[in-house]
């Protein structure tokens, strides 16, 4: 029921910017879930770029702060992500994701997008 598709990544140069989009399902917007990117590379843990709650309250990673602005917009069902000033270490594949509360029973269950692959060069 839950669908989540990235789109937006590619190759870039050192200092450029990319937007990253998110297409999620009504559902995920219609039960408040909250929604994030994270990024992942090769032999690496998969780990938080930044967070959006049902209300807006945005997080960041103190590694992109100030260069990332996470936004959501509830009447098109999408998640962004706009990146400023990419530096090679940002390279890797990042994903969406939404943590919605169940129908039945407490607590949340975790959606995952497909990823898309973010490439920064010098």
């Known amino acids: 029921q839950v669908q989540l598709v990235e789109s937006g990544g590619g190759s870039v140069q050192a200092g450029g910017s990319l937007k990253l989009s998110c297409a999620a399902s009504g559902y995920i917007f219609r039960r408040r879930c909250g929604m994030g990117w994270y990024r992942q590379v090769p032999g690496k843990e998969r780990e938080l770029v930044s967070t959006i709650s049902s209300d807006g309250t945005t997080n960041y990673a103190d590694s992109v702060k100030g260069r990332f602005t996470i936004s959501r917009d509830n009447a098109k069902n999408t998640l962004y992500l706009q990146m400023n000033s990419l530096k090679l270490d940002d390279t890797a594949v990042y994903y969406c994701?939404?943590?919605?509360?169940?129908?039945?029973?407490?607590?949340?269950?975790?959606?995952w997008g497909q990823g898309t692959q973010v490439t920064v060069s010098s």
């Open positions: 994701a939404a943590d919605c509360p169940r129908l039945y029973g407490a607590g949340y269950f975790r959606s």
